[in-house]
């Protein structure tokens, strides 16, 4: 009897903290920024700020700061804001490659096939998955944080990009650093594996005595703050949703600059409503879509290679070789299965007790950013600066075909390829040696002059030898790694 007023009890408390929670979640207010309708735009702006990912929410928020300033931040996404659902995807670091299938919070680009590399995909092309909601990319990455390579800065800064040297830009990384919450990739649930690869990457090249004076290993860092994912639109641009000068609309896509005399003078627009419009910029437009869309978007209003424009009936406004020099880095993960607990495997997400310490606590495995937790630079001796990185990843196994479906590898090779992953249990990792000064050059030009058809994106992967060469020596290297790596 006893234990049957005990279930009761329970059932009612449960059924009561639902009816709360569905109470918060039907009542719940969008902070005055974030614009519900058309109408409620203004015709003119002092900025159009186009794209709300890691760079359009930092330029909104700082220039909104201004109070004789208007601006408008356009999205072609939503916000997690709108939904705690959608929320909880965002934030919980565990879940991080279910985004990367989800068309509403990522833009499902993929390659046209290529021709020396990507064989065992699925018809030659690869996914590359970017951020369809306010932060961009950043609420739906894997959260790493990287400063970069000097040496790329003061290249730049050598090349006529005044103002781009590494100690130019270093005290904005250390404003950067004051605002997001940086902390290691790892904890104590993978650090055992990560301080092993980080030991065995410096015995290893420590032998060979070309890469000894150039290598560095490292624990990576993670934008993340009590467990959960700590993105651009959570570090900027939330702070600054009060601000009546600032307005942003959602789920709105720019199909086109305006431009008048050379002048950029506005931005068109079209809703998942299939309302459309046109709204003024008194000072400027500024584009920040990603390395995708905002080529994509520039030659759609006439900012592109003449020829191929006028081969789409578009007027040409200024012949610029937009959407040429692409660079993508290149990985090549290899298995490596183990046999001690030292990575993320899809039996420890599922267990009761790590569910319950997140949801209570945000602690324990399904707090950990999976993915990369360690990486090594080595500076090839041909080369004046890291080309090579080795990058560790922590997954021993998660959700049958999860990465498969992700990566787009096709079936049978990711069976040849990772055979444990299927295992839930499976312990292991993958060691990715990559290419961080890639020679293979592509581009990204229109299908069409249809802003909603995704763009033509052809990076030829690995169409210069030299890339290939450099990534056949970073696999060598990984024989050094595997004899040593087993903690």
Not at 56 to 85: H, I, K, N, Q
Not at 314 to 330: M, S, T, W
Not at 346 to 352: I, L, P, Q, R, V
Request: aromatic share 10%.
């Amino acid at each position: 009897m006893m234990a049957k007023l005990w279930i009761a009890a329970f059932t009612a408390i449960n059924l009561a903290l639902v009816g709360v929670f569905i109470a918060i979640i039907l009542t719940r207010e969008l902070p005055p920024a974030l614009l519900n309708t058309v109408e409620q735009l203004d015709k003119e702006y002092d900025y159009v700020i186009v794209g709300g990912g890691t760079a359009g929410c930092v330029l909104a928020s700082r220039l909104s700061e201004d109070p004789t300033l208007t601006v408008l931040l356009l999205e072609a996404g939503g916000s997690e804001l709108e939904s705690y659902f959608t929320r909880w995807l965002i934030r919980l670091p565990a879940l991080t490659p279910v985004l990367m299938l989800l068309p509403h919070l990522t833009w499902q680009y993929k390659t046209v096939s290529q021709t020396e590399a990507a064989m065992a995909f699925n018809n030659k092309q690869i996914s590359l998955p970017a951020g369809k909601t306010l932060g961009g990319t950043s609420a739906t990455n894997y959260m790493l944080y990287n400063r970069g390579i000097a040496a790329d800065y003061n290249s730049w800064a050598a090349g006529g990009a005044t103002g781009w040297a590494y100690s130019d830009v270093k005290p904005y990384f250390n404003k950067v650093e004051e605002v997001v919450s940086v902390v290691p990739a790892s904890s104590k649930y993978f650090q055992k594996l990560t301080d092993s690869f980080m030991q065995a990457g410096v015995a290893v090249v420590k032998a060979i005595q070309k890469y000894s004076r150039y290598s560095r290993f490292s624990q990576m860092h993670v934008d993340a703050v009590q467990g959960e994912r700590w993105h651009a639109a959570s570090g900027y641009l939330y702070a600054a949703m009060h601000r009546k000068n600032l307005h942003i609309l959602t789920h709105a896509l720019a199909t086109k600059i305006t431009i008048d005399k050379k002048r950029a003078t506005g931005v068109s627009y079209e809703t998942e409503k299939e309302e459309r419009g046109t709204v003024k910029a008194r000072k400027e437009v500024l584009v920040s879509t990603g390395t995708i869309r905002s080529p994509a978007l520039l030659m759609l209003s006439g900012i592109g290679p003449q020829q191929h424009l006028k081969s789409l009936g578009i007027e040409v406004h200024a012949d610029l070789p937009v959407g040429n020099n692409l660079q993508d880095h290149v990985f090549l993960p290899v298995r490596v299965q183990l046999n001690t607990s030292v990575s993320f495997t899809e039996t420890k997400a599922k267990k009761a007790l790590e569910i319950l310490k997140y949801l209570l606590f945000r602690k324990g495995v399904l707090s950990e950013a999976i993915g990369m937790s360690a990486v090594g630079s080595i500076k090839l001796a041909r080369e004046d600066r890291p080309e090579l990185y080795m990058y560790l990843l922590n997954i021993g196994s998660y959700k049958t075909q999860m990465y498969q479906i992700v990566s787009g590898i096709s079936e049978e090779a990711w069976r040849k390829f990772a055979p444990g992953v299927y295992d839930p249990s499976e312990e292991g990792c993958f060691i990715a040696p990559a290419l961080m000064q890639p020679r293979s050059r592509g581009n990204i030009t229109l299908a069409s002059t249809d802003p909603f058809q995704f763009p033509v994106i052809n990076p030829r992967y690995l169409n210069d030898k030299h890339d290939v060469d450099t990534l056949v020596e970073g696999t060598d290297l990984f024989t050094g790694y595997k004899e040593s790596l087993l903690p």
